[in-house]
C-alpha cells in the first residue's frame, strides 16, 4: 500500500492528452514539492517534473505538472507511441521524514 | 555527462551483509545530496535511503530503520549503503540517484542503471 495513490492503468490514443493523478495528505503532497518520473520497461527512472511543474532542459513541454492541495497531476499532450511507460510521483513525507513514492501509473498508447 | 555506476551487488544469504557503491562523475558531487532507491522487479519504485551534501541530514524507510546505513565520501565522489541483516523482502534492484539539490528534499535528476540484490539461501 503505497502513500501516494495514482490509478493503477490510463489509456489514450496517440495525439490525445492524458492526465494522471496523485493523491496524498497534508505531510506529504500538501507540505512539499512533487516530482514526476517515466520509466520505459528495463531501463531506469528518468525526471519529468521537479518542483510540482519545473522541466528539466531536455524534457518537451508536452509534459506538465500541477499541484493543489494534496494532489498533483501529470499533464501529457500529443501522446506518441513511446510514451508508453509507466510513471510514478514521488515526494517527501514531513511525518516519515521519508521520501515516498505512487504505486505507479501505466501508461497505454492505444 | 553525468553518471552514476553502482556495483557491490549480488546474492546474499538471509541475515547477511552486503555493501553497496555508487560511483559518480560528471559533476560536483559535494554538491546534491544522494539516494538509495529500490524497486523489485515487475514492482514500483521504493524510496530506501537519503543524505544531504554535507552529511548532516540523513534519512531512512521504515522497512531498512536500524539494518542499512548510508554514507558519503565527497572526497572520492562515492556513495555507499551498507545493508545488515538482510532479509528475502530486501531482494530488489538498487538505484543511485541523485538529488535536484543539496538537501534530500524535492526528487531525483539522475540515475544509475541499477545493482541487482538477491537474498535467498
Known amino acids: 500500500q503505497s502513500v501516494l495513490t495514482q490509478p493503477p492503468s490510463v489509456s489514450a490514443a496517440p495525439g490525445q492528452t492524458v492526465t494522471i493523478s496523485c493523491s496524498g495528505s497534508?505531510?506529504?503532497?500538501?507540505?512539499?514539492?512533487v516530482s514526476w518520473y517515466r520509466q520505459l520497461p528495463g531501463t531506469a527512472p528518468e525526471l519529468l517534473i521537479y518542483?510540482?511543474?519545473h522541466r528539466p532542459s531536455e524534457i518537451p513541454d508536452r509534459f506538465s505538472g500541477s499541484k493543489s492541495g494534496t494532489s498533483a497531476t501529470l499533464g501529457i499532450t500529443g501522446l506518441q507511441t513511446g510514451d508508453e511507460a509507466d510513471y510514478y510521483c514521488?515526494?517527501?513525507?514531513?511525518?516519515?521524514?521519508?521520501?515516498?513514492f505512487g504505486g505507479g501509473t501505466k501508461l497505454t498508447v492505444l | 555527462e553525468v553518471q552514476l555506476v553502482e556495483s557491490g551487488g549480488g546474492l546474499v544469504e538471509p541475515g547477511r551483509s552486503l555493501r553497496l557503491s555508487c560511483a559518480a562523475s560528471?559533476?560536483?558531487?559535494?554538491?546534491?545530496?544522494m539516494n538509495w532507491v529500490r524497486q523489485v522487479p515487475g514492482k514500483g519504485l521504493e524510496w530506501v535511503s537519503g543524505?544531504?551534501?554535507?552529511?548532516?541530514?540523513?534519512g531512512y524507510a521504515d522497512s531498512v530503520k536500524g539494518r542499512f546505513t548510508i554514507s558519503r565520501d565527497n572526497a572520492k565522489n562515492s556513495l555507499f549503503l551498507q545493508m545488515n541483516s538482510l532479509r528475502a523482502e530486501d531482494a530488489a534492484l538498487y538505484y543511485c540517484?541523485?538529488?535536484?539539490?543539496?538537501?534530500?528534499?524535492?526528487?531525483?535528476?539522475?540515475w544509475g542503471q541499477g545493482i541487482l540484490v538477491t537474498v535467498s539461501s
Open positions: 540517484a541523485r538529488g535536484t539539490r543539496g538537501v534530500i528534499i524535492g526528487g531525483f535528476d539522475y
Open positions: 560528471g559533476f560536483t558531487f559535494g554538491d546534491y545530496a
Open positions: 543524505m544531504s551534501w554535507n552529511s548532516d541530514y540523513v
Open positions: 497534508d505531510s506529504n503532497i500538501g507540505d512539499n514539492y
Open positions: 518542483d510540482n511543474y
Open positions: 514521488e515526494t517527501w513525507d514531513t511525518s516519515l521524514s521519508a521520501g515516498v
